[in-house]
């Protein structure tokens, strides 16, 4: 019985002891990465590029999420504001949602298992293929060259999409509460715009999608730059990206929900 | 090559005084120091190294003269790679020193590094091509990284590296649509992109055919011959390699057990190296893994029958 506690006690301590080493690793990988940025600024084709690979490409993913999401919220929104009289109120029901909670939540989720997947996968297999080695052993710094202008094209991409999200949220309300339920145009848009604040609302969104557009890229990056060069090693490495960064995500959500919006 | 006489020197001749001992002494000490670098352009003395605390090389020396082409061959688990990489600064020694150019590997920072692994250029086991990229943009990834060339100088580098290598007219195509020996020659491509003035090569001949075997043997002699280059093989393809190197290191459990011209391996009658060599099924490294005796093992009494 003893020994079962021992076994146990141990087990957890060396559980703690990993994730604490881990948690160290990954921040001094973080902090060696924006040190390394210079060059995905001074050569900013290849960042661009990235910017392509990890948001243009998840253009298709992001619109159409973002259009059923809002049709959802109109149907959910217009059938409850009914029973109190105020379906005019739809548009800023749809609206606040997705500006401030759903376009940075979903459009972070979408994007983890979207464009962080493939990154993790991506440099995982460069350096189980001894890419990253070469590049090391041709004297290029594989954190300047791979990892930086990945991480910057993560970081911009991300509150695009989320306010691309938005958008299209906000449009998918449209059609389902004016066009196809039959709200006032004018009253769904006008009350839009008078409890939409820029400040308050927006710009407290793109402020979350920027910091989860860090986490989910950093996260991504990370996992792949330590993922052991085996084939089993990067599938493991891109599972832990879509966990690990869904629940920094929603983690992070709650935080910056609770200062932003609650004053704590 | 001799260090001259320095102004102090110049100064205590002019003055028909003797050189004093110990000035003589440290001169002849640089002066054998510079002979060695100029000689040789990468040095090993008394390397060890070990991963966590397993040993892998246990005390090793070795020299690669410049223009040579040197291999260092054994069984896999030797140290042969270990070394390689310690040569390439990948990984530093636990103890002793690695030259490379007169320069001390682990004296090094990283822009000291990477300024040495500007005249470095490695052939990778699976060519490690960026995937990526084609052939071509493999090719003049150095040169664009490195250099301010015109993409039209470029062009006419990365093609006459290209045709060194036989595949010039494959300059359009993606690593994915080469074979592997292709793929070997294009990353020999890479590797001599900015005229290195040491190549190495991490087990070459693994898994190609007997052509392409041979001219990729052939490439590593020609190059290093036309570049002027020192370059190091490390392989376990005894009969390939023993064609095109003029020196070789054997190596066996982290120590250097043999070495000498391919002529004198060829016709040595140490244990070790003449089952490498001739592929011999028993000798020195035994044909049965360790365990308990077979008859224990078949439960078989001898004792009565």
């Known amino acids: ?264 | 090559m001799q260090v001259p006489c320095d102004d102090i020197c110049r100064m205590e001749h002019a003055g028909g005084e003797t050189e004093p001992a110990e000035a003589v002494r440290i001169r002849r000490r640089i002066n054998s120091n510079v002979e060695t670098v100029a000689q040789n352009l990468v040095e090993i003395e008394d390397v060890e190294f070990r991963y966590d605390v397993r040993p892998v090389l246990k005390g090793i020396n070795m020299q690669f003269p410049r223009g040579k082409v040197v291999s260092i061959m054994g069984l896999s688990g030797c140290g042969k790679t270990t070394t390689l990489k310690l040569i390439g600064g990948q990984l530093r020694a636990t103890r002793g020193r690695v030259r490379v150019n007169g320069q001390l590997l682990h004296d090094l920072d990283q822009a000291g590094l990477y300024r040495l692994r500007r005249r470095m250029g490695m052939l990778f086991q699976f060519g490690a091509l960026f995937t990526d990229m084609s052939v071509y943009d493999n090719v003049a990834f150095q040169l664009r990284e490195h250099t301010d060339l015109s993409e039209r100088i470029i062009r006419d580098l990365v093609l006459m590296k290209l045709n060194a290598v036989g595949l010039r007219g494959a300059h359009a195509l993606m690593p994915s649509e080469l074979s592997g020996g292709m793929a070997r020659r294009v990353a020999l491509a890479r590797a001599i992109a900015l005229d290195p003035a040491l190549i190495m090569y991490d087990e070459p001949f693994a898994g190609l055919d007997p052509i392409s075997l041979g001219v990729i043997g052939n490439l590593i002699r020609r190059l290093n011959d036309a570049l002027g280059a020192t370059s190091i093989v490390v392989t376990h393809d005894v009969q390939e390699s023993l064609k095109i190197v003029d020196y070789v290191y054997f190596m066996s459990e982290g120590v250097v057990v043999a070495e000498g011209t391919p002529q004198e391996i060829m016709s040595s009658n140490e244990d070790y190296v003449r089952q490498f060599v001739h592929g011999e099924m028993d000798g020195p490294v035994p044909f049965h893994y360790g365990g308990v005796p077979y008859v224990q093992d078949l439960r078989l009494n001898v004792a009565h029958g």
């Open chain 1, 1 to 264: 019985m003893d020994s079962l506690i021992a076994r146990a006690l141990r087990h957890i301590g060396h559980l703690v002891i990993d994730g604490v080493w881990r948690l160290g690793y990954a921040s001094r990988f973080f902090v060696l990465v924006l040190i390394r940025s210079r060059l995905s600024f001074r050569r900013f084709g290849l960042t661009i590029r990235e910017i392509y690979f990890a948001g243009v490409l998840s253009l298709i993913i992001i619109l159409v999420s973002g259009l059923f999401v809002g049709m959802v919220l109109g149907l959910q929104g217009f059938d409850t504001l009914q029973r109190y009289g105020s379906a005019e109120a739809v548009g800023t029901l749809v609206a606040l949602s997705l500006v401030r909670e759903l376009g940075p939540v979903v459009s972070a989720l979408l994007f983890a298992s979207r464009a962080g997947s493939a990154m993790t996968a991506e440099i995982g297999l460069m350096k189980a293929t001894e890419q990253i080695t070469a590049l090391d052993m041709m004297a290029v710094d594989p954190i300047s060259r791979i990892v930086g202008p990945r991480f910057w094209g993560g970081v911009i991409s991300m509150p695009l999409l989320a306010a691309l999200f938005s958008a299209m949220g906000v449009f998918g309300g449209y059609l389902i509460a004016v066009v196809l339920l039959g709200v006032d145009s004018g009253a769904f848009w006008s009350q839009m715009q008078a409890s939409v604040d820029l400040r308050d609302d927006v710009m407290n969104g793109v402020i979350k999608s920027f910091v989860f557009g860090v986490a989910v890229t950093a996260i991504a990056l990370f996992e792949g730059y330590d993922a052991p060069p085996t084939a089993e090693g990067v599938s493991g490495a891109t599972t832990r990206t879509v966990v690990t960064s869904s629940l920094a995500v929603l983690a992070i959500d709650f935080v910056l929900t609770a200062f932003m919006f609650r004053g704590i």
